[in-house]
């Protein structure tokens, strides 16, 4: 039986936002500093009216640092919650049991004022864009974080998944894919790949990002990926050579999308 993830029972309706003149959107940090670092640095990121992050923001290898840099952003900065913010939340405060070496080190690697900023992070954001008017971000999708949506994701499924969603356009993450596409005559959808693990065809060393306003623009910003190699494994992460199997060598586009359209839901 398949568990959706979405809105928490304490969650109210999804913060609507704007009006803006370009939105810059970051998904899957999985606290990669370098990457992080070098997107921040674009001019296009630099200006925008507001960056919103798309969750998975700090399940990697350097988390506090990751969110202090985020915090600096002030209210400029809007955070969606990823499953492994959720993650990090309930391994630290619930009774989740820990079923890997990663699922104790990362949320001893979050202060309490950390987790307590994670623990805001919303389900759903919306805000209006020039030239795109509502849009809709979520991480995986707008009824579960764990739902996987891919170039190849079917109009069936998409309408399905977007039931009682009035905007047209949907933003995600999750997949860490980079794609923008129309659904269908009513809809598009976009996701802006991953900062952190980007998963794509080509060689490696790229963080992936968008900017919206008054189109969408997907953009790719060089950076070295062996400086976060090399600082992964100086923070210890038991992930670390997952972490570099991934960033050095990173699955194709075709294996990612069957992937997970066999699978739908993926935690």
Known sequence: MTVLHGRRPDEGPAPH???????????????????????????????????????????????????????????RATCVRGNADRAVLDYARTDRVPERPRDTWM?????????????AFHFTVVAEIDGLG???????SPRSDTEAITPA???????????????????????????????????????????????????????????LGPGVHLRRTAYDAAEAVERAYAAADPSADRMKELLLTPPTVAEIVAHAEARVFSD
Request: charged share 20%; proline share 7%; aromatic share 6%.
């Open 153 to 211: 994701t079917a109009e069936e499924r998409f309408v399905t998944l977007m039931a009682g969603v009035p905007e047209a356009i949907l933003v995600s993450g999750h997949t860490h894919l980079q794609f923008d596409r129309a659904v269908g005559t009513d809809w598009r959808s976009v996701n802006p790949g991953s900062v952190g693990l980007p998963f794509h065809d080509g060689e490696p060393g790229v963080a992936m990002w968008a900017l």
């Open 107 to 119: 949320p001893a690697r979050h202060t309490a004022a950390d987790l307590d900023f994670v623990a």
């Open 17 to 75: 936002l704007g009006p803006h003149r370009t939105i810059a959107v970051l998904s899957d940090v999985h606290a990669n500093v370098p990457a992080l670092t070098a997107v921040l640095a674009e001019p296009e990121v630099a200006a925008a009216d507001r960056i919103v992050f798309l969750g998975d923001l700090t399940w990697g290898p350097e988390p506090h640092e990751t969110i202090a840099m985020v915090r600096a952003l002030g209210e």
């Open 134 to 140: 509502a849009v809709r971000f979520c991480h995986g």
